[in-house]
């Protein structure tokens, strides 16, 4: 294994790891290039000018073709929730590979039973119906689909800034700019404002359930949030003026992903989906990112806000990197789905079930929902110090591994840091060995999301990178 070498000068000593990648033997680096132009589509963009080329993962690393370690902070967009090829859910695919691949759910197999129980154990009443897919695009979709036909209604409200998927029904509550094609999707679907207490009109020292908050001042007494009042006076006049007296539903984000884990007021949600309830509409939680521990405090994200959704959706770290998602509502929501036929061929298929099974164990068992509090806990302080010497980290959110650092020109004018300047720190600490996301709907947003098993010595080295790529840019600057 080839030590680190670094294009860029650093004091961060990357912490040790005693695993050792198999010698890379596939196809030479500008073979790979070359397939890539020719045959797959170029929609699937690549990360980085030099195309990073992974041939191996353990846990919270990834190797390359070279044999260079990095520090994986966005866990394949917040996917590989407990570690990259983590012994025991590869042992539990395995095991099944081996046994039973594939039938269908036209017959019954031991592991989408045990699964099925499993997950509910982790819900609360009375969510407890469970519908396996294979993808968060997918599990959305039939979440909306849900909320139609049991309301017997069509309007869907979403948040701005909300990512719910890339299929023809997603993208109508889809509010991310980049994500839009010139194709009819919003049919049936309105967006509201975002209640964003950084960047939106009203925002304040105390709004947001994180260890940081805003730099914007406010002058509210406890118990009372100018802002959260504003944004909700905002949901009612899009409830009263754009959408009929009857609505299907409501769907968001506990924290938003894509768009660089933003946060709302303490008490939006409750309040809009009380608001949303009043008009006969259901609430979706989506919990694609933020469900199985991530925010740390508790399990799902819903439950950061005191509220019970009527469905729920679960994607990304529901299998660790195993193409698999589901929805869970109650028995009432989904029977009307059963008076026609829904088929989904490989949703719940002895496999997925098998590595879902696994991954909800590990999380028990290496208490990763308590690490990702005291590790994201630890690394957003350590973040927040960062904010407060430089001038162009304008925001850093979050809770538990779920976390957003926001660019900035300068923390008067909240601009967002143009896209070449963010490129050059990005790059610069994947060339020191950190890979992180970027999101935002300027792409102004750091996302970090790691592998829930990243432990302090890696925030403290991650943090010596970004210290130094920030610094680096300050240098380009003057």
Same mark, same amino acid.
């Given at each position: ?17 005693? !695993?050792?990648?198999?010698? =890379? ?22 990360? =980085? ?129 980049? =994500? ?6 919003? &049919? ?9 207490? &950084? ?50 539903? &409501? ?34 939680? /989506? ?22 959704? /009527? ?34 061929? !490989? ?80 790059? /610069? ?31 403290? &080295? ?17």
């Amino acid at each position: 294994q080839q030590k680190w070498k670094s294009s860029i000068s650093t004091q961060a000593k990357m912490p040790p790891c005693d !695993f050792v990648p198999e010698k =890379y033997n596939s196809y030479p680096y500008e073979r790979m290039l070359k397939i890539r132009e020719k045959h797959i589509s170029p929609s699937l963009r690549t990360y =980085y000018k030099k195309p990073l080329l992974l041939h191996q993962g353990h846990m919270q690393w990834l190797f390359d073709h070279e044999g260079r370690r990095y520090l994986d902070l966005f866990a394949g967009i917040a996917t590989v929730g407990v570690g990259h090829c983590h012994p025991k859910v590869t042992m539990a695919t395995q095991q099944q590979l081996a046994r039973l691949w594939h039938t269908t759910n036209i017959y019954m197999h031991p592991s989408i039973h045990e699964y099925a129980e499993k997950l509910a154990s982790f819900l609360p009443d009375p969510l407890k119906v469970i519908y396996l897919t294979n993808s968060g695009s997918e599990a959305n979709d039939l979440a909306v689909l849900m909320a139609r036909l049991y309301t017997r209604n069509f309007d869907i409200v979403s948040l701005r800034g909300g990512y719910h998927g890339g299929s023809a029904c997603t993208l109508g509550v889809t509010s991310v700019g980049l =994500y839009k094609h010139a194709v009819a999707t919003r &049919f049936g679907c309105s967006t509201t404002m975002l209640p964003d207490v &950084f960047r939106g009109p009203w925002g304040g020292s105390h709004c947001r359930d994180s260890p940081v908050q805003t730099v914007r001042k406010c002058s509210c007494t406890e118990g009372v949030c100018h802002a959260n009042d504003q944004y909700i006076e905002q949901f009612k006049d899009t409830l009263n003026t754009s959408l009929p007296k009857t609505i299907a539903g &409501f769907i968001a984000e506990p924290i938003q992903g894509v768009n660089g884990a933003v946060q709302y007021p303490r008490n939006f949600l409750k309040e809009a989906y009380r608001l949303v309830r009043e008009r006969g509409g259901l609430c979706i939680s /989506d919990e694609i990112q933020t469900g199985f521990g991530r925010t740390g405090s508790h399990f799902w994200g819903f439950q950061t806000h005191d509220v019970v959704p /009527d469905i729920v959706t679960l994607a990304k770290t529901i299998g660790n990197g195993f193409p698999m998602a589901a929805v869970v509502t109650t028995k009432e929501i989904a029977s009307p789905l059963a008076q026609n036929l829904h088929f989904n061929t !490989f949703g719940g298929n002895p496999l997925a079930c098998a590595a879902g099974g696994a991954v909800l164990d590990v999380i028990e068992e290496d208490g990763l929902q308590k690490h990702s509090e005291d590790v994201g806990t630890y690394m957003l302080l350590e973040l927040a110090k960062l904010r407060d010497k430089f001038e162009i980290v304008g925001d850093v959110r979050g809770k538990g591994l779920m976390i957003g650092v926001e660019m900035v020109t300068d923390k008067d004018s909240r601009h967002p840091l143009p896209a070449e300047e963010m490129n050059q720190i990005w790059e /610069d600490c994947k060339d020191m060995g950190v890979l992180i996301g970027k999101g935002g709907l300027y792409g102004q947003t750091f996302r970090i999301k790691p592998p829930m098993c990243i432990t302090k010595k890696d925030v403290d &080295f991650a943090m010596e990178v970004f210290h130094s790529a920030l610094e680096r840019h300050m240098e380009r600057a003057a």
